[in-house]
C-alpha cells in the first residue's frame, strides 16, 4: 500500500468520510505547498500536546496548565444541580454554544449499539455511575439524556436509564431526555441554537 492508500485510510477513519472524501483530502494535501503540509502536521503534533481529558466529564480541553478538570467542571459557577449526558465533545459544545444551559456535562464516549452484548466496553457507562455518586453528595437533582434522536440513541436512553435508575432513586435525582424541539433522526451536533432551547425546555 502507497502513501496515498494509506493517508486515505486515515481519512476514512474521519466519522462521516467515506473512500471519496478521503482521497479529496489526500489530493489537495499534495496540491499545497510544502510549507501548507509542513504547518498542518506542525498544528496536529502541538494538538496532541496540549491536549487533555477532564477527570471528572471526560471532554478533551487544551490546557497548557496541566489541570485534570476542565475550565466547565472546575468553575464554581456550574450549576451542580442538573448533569447533562451527551454522546461526544461535538454535542457538548453545541449545547455550549446555545448558552441556555448552565449544568455540568458528562461525554459517554458512544453510543450503544443496538445488537451488543458486551456494552460496558464501548461506553463509560461505570465512570458515569462513579460520577453520578460523587454529584449526589453536592446537590444533584436532574440527570438529562441528551442523545441524537435515531433508534441508537433512543437505545442508549433506554440503556442510560437502566444502569443508573436503582442509584437515582436512592438519591432522589431525577432523569429527563431532550423533548420536543428535535426532530427525529436529529443529531444534536447539528442543532441550531433555537431547537436546542427549545428541546431542554420541553424535557422530560
Known sequence: ??????????????????????????????????????????????????????????????????????????????????????????DLESVRKSRVYHGRYFVLGGLVPIVEKNTKNMVRINELVDQIKTQAKLGLKEIILAFSLNPQGDHTDFYVRNQIKEMTKTHDIKISSLGRGLSTGTELEYSDNDTIKNALKNRQ
Open 1 to 90: 500500500m502507497d502513501t496515498i492508500e494509506k493517508l486515505t485510510e486515515v481519512f476514512k477513519e474521519f466519522p462521516g468520510i467515506g473512500e471519496r472524501q478521503a482521497k479529496r483530502f489526500v489530493y489537495f494535501l499534495m496540491s499545497k505547498n510544502p510549507a501548507y503540509t509542513e504547518n498542518f502536521s506542525l498544528l496536529m503534533k502541538d494538538l496532541k500536546k496540549e491536549i487533555y481529558q477532564c477527570n471528572d466529564c471526560f471532554r478533551f480541553f487544551i490546557n497548557k496548565n496541566k489541570s485534570k478538570i476542565c475550565e466547565i467542571c472546575s468553575n464554581p459557577n456550574t450549576d451542580s444541580e442538573t448533569l447533562m449526558v451527551v454522546e461526544k465533545d461535538s
